[in-house]
Every structure is written in structure tokens, then in C-alpha cells.
């Protein structure tokens, strides 16, 4: 069976350790030198980052987040054993680990790092897909004569490149498709390198439970569960149709999944879909004035990043989520694209006054998708809305004023509620 | 239950209960279709809550009774019968199975208790009067190409049915808008309409009322409340709710001081449009019109695919005009006219702009411009 050792690198074909390093760090795998589709995941990225820069905080437990409501956004392994998770609530981590260093973050910092990686990654392959700044898929198919070492070496030696250089550690999970270079990442962390080969594919899934797909959170858990579905092995059982009749348009791709099967390709900066923004209230609110000014403030924000793209979107969501975290969406689909945050706004507005009463909410969000370019948004007025044109207008010439003097040179007073 | 009833009757029955009913739902009985058979025909019901469709069909009646099926697969299987065969359905009642029979074609599907099926309650209409089958089909034929599809704007999902006061005397009128287009299309009124309270009916239920239609001059018998609207031929009733709202007042929106007139002939102008268009991706493509002295040229230019242009003759005799629309717009509206010219009224290459067929004015189409 090919293995490989991590440390040294040197390919053999049998033992436990490392024949020339003596290394226990060793990877092996029938498919090893066949398998090309890879998901590179930092380990505990933002924390690695700041024990990295300072070495006292090494074996004490850090948790990067913050704010009064804020959550977890990432814990070290330290952080971990008390029973940290990231997105836990802050006060229910310090509750686990109440000898936690807390940090804010710095963001600017864990963003330069994540460019070195990428730059690293960049070598190995042109085709990245990243997912976050500590995530990304590599498909290293067609790399091997070109590196003269197959993909699972080049892959080793970037992590070790990351660990010596950049002074990180990242997993990885090598395979034939994303779904399950994903999962494979995650098997053997941190620091870890697992490989998920075409024979034992199905045998791997079939006792694995649902929640192990991308997408599949406690809503869809419970509709699947509703349907006697836990296990890759209970998916199985069902015929294609019968999946997308209950499912829906899900129900295909879990048809696949089931096989182990997922033809989705690494596709390098795959296009943006939508464009959103969202806030979490330093208290729950359900005041209707300081909900508008949210909505506004927060339509002015994805107008802002949509103009500034030149992009525009035909349909505007609304987010909401109440105090016991409930989440609540609710979109509505215009008839032509648009950028104007006047229309993004009277949009979510409106769908605010669909569900809105019934706060209090911890959490607004607003958003456009089903995006096109700026050419053909907001050109037509309204027959119904008159005042339309004007206040279109009225937008744009604000934002030349803003273009020039900055952007606090002229607001609505709405904003400032 | 025990009926035989020709495939192509039973065809067209199940049909009209299979698109009532909704593909996607979660209550199971709301797929099926309730079958009651008595006397010499079977009546096929089917719902969504919204719309409800009963429709009669002659058959030979062994033994009386009821029972629900899903109407999809029911479809499927006589869609899919041989025209012509005498199709035999046999419900035991206490099997919860239904029989299918048609030659050496047997079937079995699962039934669900009829006591389940929701049937919509009766109510008080207001309004009863008749109208035939082509008025009705003019009305919500011309105007069903403007509904909204807008969620935050639900009172424009659906065509605002209503008596108004037109030039020559009340009318009963038809309004669909969605905001950049509006068509406003008039009929003779009905004996017993004028008391019609306003309703706004949704677009699926035009959609359902279109199959009503398709026999030529049937007389309609229409019956409206606050709350419902329901159409009947003899064979089939249809009763929808109507949507809960206010139709914004639309005469606010039609332009009556328009001077600019241009006239065309409908078909060459959808053709040209469609043709420029062509060199477009864009979802709302713009078309810029320029007029000047009987001559009207159509242009598209999209920077990123190329552009086009076309020339025709048309009647125009004021000042120089350049003014863009949304290209599906036009032709939507362009292919409204069945008759005679299709005459558009500008006033601004901002403002609204009007067209009707020929001199007729009671079917009036108002698009908004967009900026090229």
C-alpha cells in the first residue's frame, strides 16, 4: 500500500513509521498516489494566529470573539477539551472555561496570513476555491508530472511549509469529490492529513448520520429525521424521484450524496450570489423606529457594496431572528433588478410589515440575489410610485456628493435612528 | 363505487383536477380528487383551499358512492390509456383501494377517506349575472400578461374584476398592473352585474378559468361576494377566493394628456423588436426607439454582446422623439393588438406612455419607459 511520511516526506510502501525519519506521522492509502480533489482547513486559524505572535498565550485557552452578545468565533484545542465550540454564545463559553484569554481579533492580521497560505496553495495549483479565510478546496488533478510528486505529497508539503513558515497548522482531506474531501478534513484533526478512496466510499458513508452534508442544519435534520432518515444508509434506500418529491430540489442531491457522489467542481472565485449584511442588536428590540432605522442603515450598506461592484439584484430578503433564535426570512422578487437602497429598503420594509410585528428580534438582516449587472438595473420608474424617479435621483445624486466629500458628507435622517 | 365512463370525458375531468391541485403540498388529501358518483354522472372535486373545481361528467353508474385518489397518478394513467376505452373505476369502500379497468390495463391505487376531503364552504353571493365565454376570455386574456409577481405587493397578484364608469356609459373592466406595465380592457355590462362589488382575482384562478373558456360561446354564469368569485357552465364550477386587498386607484396612472401619437402596424413592430433584441443576454433588455417624421427606428446596443438597429414606417408627425422600453414589454403589449394598428401616445421619453388598437378604447395598455 503507497504511504507517505508527513514530516520527511519519503514514500514507501509498508511499515508503521517513517522508514527514514522513524516518524510516526505517516499516511497510507491504496488510492494515495490516485486521488486528486483535497480540502485544505487551518486549524483553529484565528487563535493559532494570535498564540503564534504571542507565546504565552501557547497553553492557556483562547477564545477569539467578543462583545457583550457576541459568540465564539473560534477557540483553540485548549479552549476546546472545557467544551468551547465556535458560535457558542460568549457567556456559556466562560462558563465552561471561565480561565479563558478572551481576545477581539484582528482581523487585518488573520487576512494577511490567510493571503500567504493562498499564496502557497497558489503554487500547487491554479484551481482554488476558498471558502473562508481558513478554508479552501485545491483540485490538484493533472498536477503530478508537472510537480513530479502526486498530489498527496505536494499536499503534505504545504502543510509543513504552513507549520514552518507561517508557523500554522492546517488539516487535510484528500479524495475524489469536495463533499468528501470535506469530510475527510475534518477526521484527523488538527495538524491531520486523512484520505477517503473511491472503494470505500460507500462503506465509509452508509453509518455516518445526515448532518455530516453541507447545508443539512437541525430544520433539515428534523425533515429528514421526519422521513426516517439518519443515516447515509437510510438515504440509500430511496429512489431518486421519491427524494425530489419530498425534498424538493435537495432531493437530488442527496440522491448523489447518498453514493458518495458530487459532480460540483473546484471553481476559483466562484461568482458571488448575493449580497448581504446583518446586525445583532446590543438588546433585543422590537421597537418598530429603531427596527426601520436598521433596515435602512443596513440597505444602505448592500447598496453601497452592490454599486461599488456594479452589480444589482431582482430579488431582496429580509432576515429576522427573534430572541429564542428562531431565524425568519422572507423574499420578494421585483420585476426588474435593482441597487437603489430606496428600493432595497421600501422592499424589506415592506415584507417587515408581513411578519414584523411579532418581535422582539436579536437579529436584522437584509440582502439582494439573483444578481445581474448594474446595466440593466433601476431604469424603469414606477406607474404606482410616482415619486419613484425622484427619489432614484435623488440617491444618485447623493452619492456623488458622498464619492466626493466622503461618505458622512450627507445621510438621511432615517439613518440616525 | 362502481362507474365505466369514456377516457376522453374522464381525461378532460381529471385534468382540471390535476392542475388545481397543488404539486407540492404537505396535507395529503389536498392531492387527491373526490369522486361522487350518482344518478347517470360522476362529479371530480378538487382544491387547493383557494380554488375549488367540481367538475360533471356523465357515466354509467353501477353503484353509487365516493371516494378520493390522488389526481396526478389518476391523470397519468388515463392520459396514457388508449382513446377510445371505456375505463371501469370500482371503489369497495372498505379496502381503501380504487380499481382501475380499462381493457387489459388493470390498476390499484391508494384511496383516502372522502369524509377528509375539505370542501369550500358555500357563501352569500351579491352579484349573479351571465356573460358569454368570449367577453370573459377577451377580459382576462388581454389583461393577464401585467400581473405582478411581486410577494410584498399581493393585491397585484391577480386581475382587479370591477364595474366602472367608462366614456360611453358603465362597463364591466378588467385591471392588471405590476407596476411598469397596466392594461385596462373593457366589456359590455352584463345584465345583473352593477351591483358587483370590486374583486381582485388571483392569477392561478385565471389560469384555471382560461379551460373554462375554451367552449366557444358558452353563457358564463358569474357569481361574486366580498370573499369569492365563482364562474359555472353546466359542467364545471369553479369557486375561488378572491385576494384579500385594496387595487390601488390605477386611473391615476393612465396618461389622458399624451399628444405624441404613432401609429404601426402591431405585427411588423413585435417582429422588428424581437429581432433587435436579439443581440441582448440581458434579462430586461432595453430597446431605444427614435422617431422622427414617419420613420421610427428601433435600436438595441448592449456593449458587452453587440448591437442591432431596424428601420420602419409608421405614421408620426410630431417633433423628434427618443425614448427606451423593456423590449418583453413591448412586445407583450405589441401582441395584444389582434385587429387594426397599434397606436402609441408619448409625452416625455420619462413619463408613461399609452397605446391602444386602432380607436378603440376599451382596451388601454400603459408602459413605463425605461432609460437608455
Same mark, same amino acid.
Given at each position: 500500500?503507497?504511504?507517505?511520511?508527513?514530516?520527511?516526506?519519503?514514500?514507501?510502501?509498508?511499515?508503521?513509521?517513517?522508514?527514514?525519519?522513524?516518524?510516526?506521522?505517516?499516511?497510507?492509502?491504496?488510492?494515495?498516489?490516485?486521488?486528486?480533489?483535497?480540502?485544505?482547513?487551518?486549524?483553529?486559524?484565528?487563535?493559532?494566529?494570535?498564540?503564534?505572535?504571542?507565546?504565552?498565550?501557547?497553553?492557556?485557552?483562547?477564545?477569539?470573539?467578543?462583545?457583550?452578545?457576541?459568540?465564539?468565533?473560534?477557540?483553540?484545542?485548549?479552549?476546546?477539551?472545557?467544551?468551547?465550540?465556535?458560535?457558542?454564545?460568549?457567556?456559556?463559553?466562560?462558563?465552561?472555561?471561565?480561565?479563558?484569554?478572551?481576545?477581539?481579533?484582528?482581523?487585518?492580521?488573520?487576512?494577511?496570513?490567510?493571503?500567504?497560505?493562498?499564496?502557497?496553495?497558489?503554487?500547487?495549483?491554479?484551481?482554488?476555491?476558498?471558502?473562508?479565510?481558513?478554508?479552501?478546496?485545491?483540485?490538484?488533478?493533472?498536477?503530478?508530472?508537472?510537480?513530479? &510528486?502526486?498530489?498527496?505529497?505536494?499536499?503534505?508539503?504545504?502543510?509543513?511549509?504552513?507549520?514552518?513558515?507561517?508557523?500554522?497548522?492546517?488539516?487535510?482531506?484528500?479524495?475524489?469529490?469536495?463533499?468528501?474531501?470535506?469530510?475527510?478534513?475534518?477526521?484527523?484533526?488538527?495538524?491531520?492529513?486523512?484520505?477517503?478512496?473511491?472503494?470505500?466510499?460507500?462503506?465509509?458513508?452508509?453509518?455516518?448520520?445526515?448532518?455530516?452534508?453541507?447545508?443539512?442544519?437541525?430544520?433539515?435534520?428534523?425533515?429528514?429525521?421526519?422521513?426516517?432518515?439518519?443515516?447515509?444508509?437510510?438515504?440509500?434506500?430511496?429512489?431518486?424521484?421519491?427524494?425530489?418529491?419530498?425534498?424538493?430540489?435537495?432531493?437530488?442531491?442527496?440522491?448523489?450524496?447518498?453514493?458518495?457522489?458530487?459532480?460540483?467542481?473546484?471553481?476559483?472565485?466562484?461568482?458571488?450570489?448575493?449580497?448581504?449584511?446583518?446586525?445583532?442588536?446590543?438588546?433585543?428590540?422590537?421597537?418598530?423606529?429603531?427596527?426601520?432605522?436598521?433596515?435602512?442603515?443596513?440597505?444602505?450598506?448592500?447598496?453601497?457594496?452592490?454599486?461599488?461592484?456594479?452589480?444589482?439584484?431582482?430579488?431582496?430578503?429580509?432576515?429576522?431572528?427573534?430572541?429564542?433564535?428562531?431565524?425568519?426570512?422572507?423574499?420578494?422578487?421585483?420585476?426588474?433588478?435593482?441597487?437603489?437602497?430606496?428600493?432595497?429598503?421600501?422592499?424589506?420594509?415592506?415584507?417587515?410589515?408581513?411578519?414584523?410585528?411579532?418581535?422582539?428580534?436579536?437579529?436584522?438582516?437584509?440582502?439582494?440575489?439573483?444578481?445581474?449587472?448594474?446595466?440593466?438595473?433601476?431604469?424603469?420608474?414606477?406607474?404606482?410610485?410616482?415619486?419613484?424617479?425622484?427619489?432614484? &435621483?435623488?440617491?444618485?445624486?447623493?452619492?456623488?456628493?458622498?464619492?466626493?466629500?466622503?461618505?458622512?458628507?450627507?445621510?438621511?435622517?432615517?439613518?440616525?435612528? | 363505487?362502481?362507474?365505466?365512463?369514456?377516457?376522453?370525458?374522464?381525461?378532460?375531468?381529471?385534468?382540471?383536477?390535476?392542475?388545481?391541485?397543488?404539486?407540492?403540498?404537505?396535507?395529503?388529501?389536498?392531492?387527491?380528487?373526490?369522486?361522487?358518483?350518482?344518478?347517470?354522472?360522476?362529479?371530480?372535486?378538487?382544491?387547493?383551499?383557494?380554488?375549488?373545481?367540481?367538475?360533471?361528467?356523465?357515466?354509467?353508474?353501477?353503484?353509487?358512492?365516493?371516494?378520493?385518489?390522488?389526481?396526478?397518478?389518476?391523470?397519468?394513467?388515463?392520459?396514457?390509456?388508449?382513446?377510445?376505452?371505456?375505463?371501469?373505476?370500482?371503489?369497495?369502500?372498505?379496502?381503501?383501494?380504487?380499481?382501475?379497468?380499462?381493457?387489459?390495463?388493470?390498476?390499484?391505487?391508494?384511496?383516502?377517506?372522502?369524509?377528509?376531503?375539505?370542501?369550500?364552504?358555500?357563501?352569500?353571493?351579491?352579484?349573479?349575472?351571465?356573460?358569454?365565454?368570449?367577453?370573459?376570455?377577451?377580459?382576462?386574456?388581454?389583461?393577464?400578461?401585467?400581473?405582478?409577481?411581486?410577494?410584498?405587493?399581493?393585491?397585484?397578484?391577480?386581475?382587479?374584476?370591477?364595474?366602472?364608469?367608462?366614456?360611453?356609459?358603465?362597463?364591466?373592466?378588467?385591471?392588471?398592473?405590476?407596476?411598469?406595465?397596466?392594461?385596462?380592457?373593457?366589456?359590455?355590462?352584463?345584465?345583473?352585474?352593477?351591483?358587483?362589488?370590486?374583486?381582485?382575482?388571483?392569477?392561478?384562478?385565471?389560469?384555471?378559468?382560461?379551460?373554462?373558456?375554451?367552449?366557444?360561446?358558452?353563457?358564463?354564469?358569474?357569481?361574486?361576494?366580498?370573499?369569492?368569485?365563482?364562474?359555472?357552465?353546466?359542467?364545471?364550477?369553479?369557486?375561488?377566493?378572491?385576494?384579500?386587498?385594496?387595487?390601488?386607484?390605477?386611473?391615476?396612472?393612465?396618461?389622458?394628456?399624451?399628444?405624441?401619437?404613432?401609429?404601426?402596424?402591431?405585427?411588423?413592430?413585435?417582429?422588428?423588436?424581437?429581432?433587435?433584441?436579439?443581440?441582448?443576454?440581458?434579462?430586461?433588455?432595453?430597446?431605444?426607439?427614435?422617431?422622427?417624421?414617419?420613420?421610427?427606428?428601433?435600436?438595441?446596443?448592449?456593449?458587452?454582446?453587440?448591437?442591432?438597429?431596424?428601420?420602419?414606417?409608421?405614421?408620426?408627425?410630431?417633433?423628434?422623439?427618443?425614448?427606451?422600453?423593456?423590449?418583453?414589454?413591448?412586445?407583450?403589449?405589441?401582441?395584444?393588438?389582434?385587429?387594426?394598428?397599434?397606436?402609441?401616445?408619448?409625452?416625455?421619453?420619462?413619463?408613461?406612455?399609452?397605446?391602444?388598437?386602432?380607436?378603440?378604447?376599451?382596451?388601454?395598455?400603459?408602459?413605463?419607459?425605461?432609460?437608455?
Amino acid at each position: 500500500m503507497p504511504a507517505l511520511c508527513r514530516d520527511c516526506l519519503t514514500r514507501f510502501e509498508t511499515g508503521r513509521r517513517c522508514p527514514a525519519c522513524r516518524s510516526p506521522r505517516i499516511v497510507a492509502h491504496p488510492e494515495l498516489d490516485s486521488l486528486s480533489i483535497a480540502h485544505m482547513d487551518c486549524d483553529a486559524f484565528y487563535a493559532s494566529v494570535e498564540k503564534r505572535d504571542n507565546p504565552e498565550l501557547r497553553d492557556k485557552p483562547v477564545i477569539i470573539g467578543g462583545g457583550k452578545r457576541g459568540v465564539v468565533s473560534t477557540a483553540c484545542y485548549i479552549a476546546r477539551i472545557k467544551g468551547v465550540r465556535s458560535a457558542m454564545p460568549m457567556f456559556q463559553a466562560l462558563k465552561l472555561c471561565p480561565e479563558a484569554v478572551v481576545l477581539k481579533g484582528r482581523m487585518e492580521t488573520y487576512v494577511e496570513v490567510s493571503r500567504q497560505v493562498r499564496a502557497m496553495m497558489e503554487e500547487l495549483t491554479p484551481s482554488i476555491e476558498p471558502l473562508s479565510l481558513d478554508e479552501a478546496f485545491l483540485d490538484l488533478t493533472g498536477t503530478a508530472r508537472l510537480h513530479g &510528486q502526486p498530489p498527496a505529497v505536494m499536499l503534505a508539503r504545504l502543510t509543513r511549509r504552513m507549520k514552518a513558515e507561517l508557523g500554522i497548522t492546517g488539516s487535510i482531506g484528500l479524495s475524489h469529490n469536495k463533499f468528501l474531501a470535506k469530510v475527510a478534513s475534518d477526521l484527523d484533526k488538527p495538524h491531520g492529513f486523512a484520505v477517503i478512496g473511491r472503494a470505500e466510499t460507500e462503506a465509509f458513508l452508509a453509518p455516518k448520520p445526515v448532518r455530516l452534508i453541507w447545508g443539512i442544519g437541525p430544520a433539515a435534520q428534523e425533515s429528514l429525521e421526519a422521513a426516517g432518515i439518519r443515516t447515509f444508509a437510510d438515504l440509500k434506500r430511496w429512489e431518486k424521484d421519491q427524494l425530489i418529491a419530498r425534498f424538493g430540489a435537495m432531493g437530488d442531491r442527496l440522491y448523489h450524496l447518498a453514493r458518495g457522489e458530487d459532480r460540483r467542481r473546484v471553481t476559483r472565485d466562484a461568482p458571488v450570489k448575493s449580497i448581504s449584511n446583518e446586525t445583532t442588536f446590543g438588546e433585543d428590540t422590537a421597537d418598530p423606529d429603531i427596527l426601520d432605522g436598521h433596515i435602512w442603515r443596513l440597505a444602505e450598506k448592500v447598496s453601497d457594496r452592490a454599486k461599488a461592484k456594479g452589480q444589482a439584484g431582482r430579488v431582496v430578503t429580509l432576515k429576522l431572528k427573534r430572541a429564542n433564535h428562531r431565524l425568519l426570512t422572507r423574499q420578494s422578487r421585483l420585476p426588474d433588478a435593482t441597487q437603489m437602497a430606496d428600493r432595497i429598503y421600501r422592499t424589506a420594509r415592506e415584507l417587515f410589515e408581513i411578519v414584523g410585528p411579532e418581535g422582539p428580534y436579536r437579529l436584522l438582516g437584509v440582502g439582494i440575489s439573483q444578481l445581474t449587472g448594474a446595466e440593466a438595473a433601476d431604469r424603469a420608474g414606477d406607474l404606482l410610485d410616482p415619486h419613484a424617479l425622484q427619489r432614484a &435621483q435623488a440617491e444618485r445624486a447623493t452619492d456623488a456628493i458622498r464619492e466626493r466629500f466622503g461618505p458622512d458628507a450627507i445621510v438621511k435622517g432615517r439613518s440616525l435612528r | 363505487m362502481k362507474i365505466s365512463i369514456e377516457r376522453g370525458t374522464l381525461l378532460k375531468a381529471v385534468g382540471q383536477a390535476q392542475s388545481v391541485v397543488e404539486r407540492r403540498n404537505t396535507i395529503p388529501i389536498l392531492a387527491n380528487v373526490l369522486m361522487e358518483a350518482e344518478g347517470d354522472s360522476v362529479s371530480f372535486r378538487a382544491t387547493d383551499l383557494d380554488i375549488e373545481v367540481v367538475d360533471k361528467a356523465p357515466a354509467q353508474v353501477e353503484r353509487a358512492g365516493a371516494t378520493t385518489v390522488s389526481a396526478v397518478t389518476l391523470h397519468e394513467i388515463v392520459r396514457k390509456l388508449p382513446d377510445g376505452a371505456l375505463v371501469q373505476l370500482v371503489d369497495d369502500g372498505a379496502s381503501g383501494k380504487l380499481e382501475v379497468t380499462a381493457g387489459r390495463s388493470h390498476f390499484t391505487l391508494a384511496t383516502l377517506p372522502k369524509e377528509d376531503f375539505p370542501v369550500m364552504a358555500s357563501s352569500e353571493y351579491q352579484s349573479n349575472f351571465s356573460a358569454p365565454a368570449p367577453v370573459l376570455r377577451r377580459l382576462f386574456d388581454k389583461s393577464k400578461f401585467a400581473i405582478s409577481t411581486e410577494e410584498t405587493r399581493y393585491y397585484l397578484n391577480g386581475v382587479y374584476m370591477h364595474v366602472a364608469e367608462a366614456e360611453e356609459g358603465r362597463v364591466l373592466r378588467c385591471v392588471a398592473t405590476d407596476g411598469h406595465r397596466l392594461a385596462r380592457i373593457d366589456a359590455d355590462l352584463p345584465d345583473g352585474a352593477e351591483d358587483m362589488p370590486g374583486v381582485i382575482v388571483p392569477r392561478k384562478t385565471v389560469g384555471e378559468l382560461r379551460k373554462l373558456l375554451d367552449d366557444d360561446d358558452m353563457q358564463i354564469a358569474v357569481s361574486v361576494s366580498e370573499t369569492k368569485i365563482r364562474f359555472a357552465t353546466p359542467e364545471i364550477t369553479l369557486t375561488s377566493k378572491v385576494i384579500d386587498g385594496t387595487f390601488p386607484d390605477y386611473s391615476r396612472v393612465i396618461p389622458i394628456g399624451n399628444t405624441r401619437q404613432m401609429e404601426v402596424d402591431a405585427q411588423e413592430f413585435a417582429k422588428a423588436v424581437d429581432r433587435v433584441a436579439t443581440v441582448s443576454s440581458e434579462r430586461s433588455r432595453a430597446v431605444k426607439l427614435q422617431l422622427d417624421e414617419d420613420r421610427l427606428v428601433l435600436s438595441v446596443n448592449a456593449p458587452d454582446s453587440g448591437a442591432a438597429e431596424e428601420e420602419l414606417a409608421v405614421a408620426y408627425g410630431d417633433e423628434k422623439l427618443e425614448i427606451g422600453f423593456n423590449a418583453k414589454y413591448l412586445l407583450e403589449i405589441a401582441s395584444q393588438v389582434d385587429r387594426e394598428n397599434a397606436v402609441f401616445l408619448f409625452n416625455s421619453a420619462g413619463d408613461p406612455t399609452l397605446m391602444r388598437e386602432g380607436t378603440d378604447q376599451s382596451a388601454v395598455y400603459v408602459v413605463m419607459p425605461m432609460r437608455v
